[in-house]
């Protein structure tokens, strides 16, 4: 088991082979305004240096869990190339970016197992491709943490939504940031503390989309982690990894992102 802790970082996404790493949502609705769940989900933006004059874009989508923790897909702070500027963006009313803060540090899953892939896919260990980043400052003050399901695998029976700021364009890399949502209609495939939810979502996850929040009325059970797909960058057939906040691991990765700086 391991537990990493990074610092000023976070966001990119996973290579599955037959999953991809979620984007934003093509299609579905601008999420509903005021609602608590839109007003607690952030899109997150990361710019890492890669040559002269040059950087790397990375955009994941995260939920707000405490005034200065976001949750979010682990391979979204994994990804990264080297030192980064991270920041969680907020949304207004109106789905429109509104404020911006600087990510301290990120803290993986111990559970965590890097990149999955065709020829290693690690379905044991999917469900832990979990993050959670620490904010420089406080979230700002109209914003309320969003709830944890107590009990995930009951939560996910229920009708249940995802949210994401990816691209809504698949080829239009200017069209993300956007704040959409979409029912989704999801399976526990396996088992454990790091279980794994397929579903069909009505909407096309993109990339931007991974780390994104899937809720029911009995809280948010899930993040949205990888896309099922052959050719297109886009597909409604998504994973998502159901989260256990009563787990040791769940709760070795709160308690290292807390004491993180």
């Not at 009563?246 to 700086?261: D, H, N, T, V």
């Amino acid at each position: 088991m391991r537990s990493t802790v990074w610092r000023m970082t976070v966001a990119a996404c996973l290579s599955l082979g037959l999953a991809s790493p979620a984007g934003a949502l093509a299609g579905g609705s601008p999420a509903r305004t005021g609602d608590r769940l839109t007003r607690a989900t952030v899109f997150i933006t990361s710019l890492t240096p890669s040559g002269r004059d040059r950087a790397e874009v990375g955009n994941c989508t995260g939920v707000l869990i405490d005034r200065d923790l976001v949750l979010t897909a682990g391979h979204c702070l994994s990804d990264l190339g080297g030192p980064s500027l991270v920041v969680a963006q907020f949304f207004d009313r109106y789905d429109r970016v509104v404020r911006t803060v600087q990510v301290a540090s990120g803290t993986l899953h111990p559970d965590y197992a890097g990149r999955a892939s065709a020829d290693d896919p690690k379905p044991e260990l999917l469900g832990a491709d979990l993050a959670i980043l620490k904010l420089a400052d406080p979230a700002p003050a109209d914003r309320r943490p969003i709830a944890l399901a107590p009990r995930p695998l009951d939560a996910a029976k229920r009708s249940s939504v995802l949210l994401g700021a990816g691209l809504r364009v698949p080829a239009d890399e200017g069209s993300a940031g956007q704040l959409r949502i979409a029912k989704v209609k999801a399976e526990v495939v396996t088992d454990g503390p790091t279980a794994v939810a397929l579903g069909v979502a009505g909407g096309s996850i993109c990339r931007g989309d991974s780390g994104g929040p899937v809720a029911s009325s009995a809280g948010v059970w899930g993040v949205v982690i990888a896309i099922v797909r052959k050719k297109s960058l886009c597909n409604s057939t998504v994973f998502m990894a159901v989260l256990d906040p009563s787990s040791r691991g769940f709760r070795i990765m709160l308690a290292k992102a807390r004491r993180s700086s």
